[in-house]
């Protein structure tokens, strides 16, 4: 693990492959760190002849955490957005961005590939609407778009999400019961839940650094970042939109939305997965990204 100076605050990341090989940019989703991307998935975008890069967001795992922001009121937070008001957030998703750019000017990366789940979705296209001339290729993972229009979360879902979980430390199987009741009803139908898998990295998660006010703050990030279709439909980069047919957190016409608004988009839909990304799904993901890339290198 590495720890790097961008933006302005300190971000953890890891490599894998050759130095010289062509970038992989993986950025995380909501309130989970760099090891959401397995060891597996990224020695696999390595073994395809990439250097694949990780890191920890801010205010998740061993980057910085902006403790001093108080967590964020999300009553007057959603109050202030119906009265049509920006809230004011510690930060929004446009520095998250930022912090990306920093990342690769810190291991002297110019362009690379870029990918994104859930939340690091946004962030992934944020980075090719924006900052296009650091973008080879994006690829968007179970992410959306902001329109309003389209379909929310079932409520239970977003029940689950937003319900405290016991400290790990002084509860840990409170903890894990929760965090694992959430993760076995978003990861989809289609697939078997690996219970201990999904354990091990909630373990991991805890043991690098724990931290629900981070993820808070993330929350309120994303809620701040309205409908950003007409940045999409600026994004010239070769893209791919992956979204599951069976996931309840981003139904799937959020992916199809992001493809629709992002010109010349390759939608690929998977039957059956969830708001995860299975061991079982991990080849298909891998060749689809590889696939991107190696478009965008041709274009």
């Not at 950025?27 to 397995?38: A, E, K």
């Not at 690091?120 to 900052?131: F, N, P, R, T, Y």
């Not at 894990?176 to 990861?187: H, K, Y």
């Not at 701040?224 to 981003?250: K, Q, S």
Request: charged fraction near 20%; proline fraction near 7%; hydrophobic fraction near 45%.
């Amino acid at each position: 693990m590495n720890i790097v100076k961008a933006n302005g605050i300190a971000l953890a990341s890891e490599s894998f492959g050759h130095t010289d090989a062509e970038p992989i940019l993986l950025i995380s989703g909501l309130g989970t760190q760099m090891v959401r991307w397995s060891e597996s998935f990224c020695r696999g975008l390595a073994a395809r002849g990439y250097r694949v890069v990780r890191f920890d967001n801010r205010d998740a795992g061993r980057s910085t955490h902006f403790r001093t922001s108080p967590a964020p009121d999300f009553g007057a937070l959603a109050a202030a957005l119906m009265a049509g008001r920006r809230p004011d957030v510690p930060y929004t998703l446009y520095d998250m961005a930022a912090d990306t750019i920093g990342i690769l000017d810190a291991l002297g990366i110019g362009r690379a590939h870029v990918v994104g789940r859930s939340m690091g979705g946004m962030v992934a296209q944020i980075l090719a609407s924006d900052h296009a001339d650091r973008v080879l290729s994006l690829t968007s993972i179970m992410s959306s778009t902001g329109n309003p229009a389209l379909p929310q979360a079932a409520p239970d879902v977003m029940a689950m999400m937003m319900r405290p979980a016991p400290d790990p430390v002084g509860d840990p199987e409170g903890f894990l019961a929760v965090r694992l009741a959430f993760a076995r009803r978003i990861a989809g139908m289609g697939y078997p839940f690996d219970e201990e898998a999904h354990r091990a990295i909630l373990l991991d998660e805890v043991r690098r650094c724990y931290d629900p006010g981070g993820t808070a703050r993330q929350i309120a990030a994303m809620a701040v970042a309205g409908d950003r279709r007409a940045h999409l439909a600026a994004i010239a980069a070769p893209t791919l939109v992956i979204h599951g047919t069976d996931d309840p957190l981003f139904p799937p016409a959020c992916g199809q939305d992001t493809a629709l608004s992002i010109p010349n988009a390759v939608y690929l839909p998977i039957d059956g997965m969830g708001h995860d990304l299975p061991r079982e799904c991990e080849a298909l993901i891998i060749d689809a990204i590889c696939g991107v890339a190696t478009r965008a290198v041709l274009s």
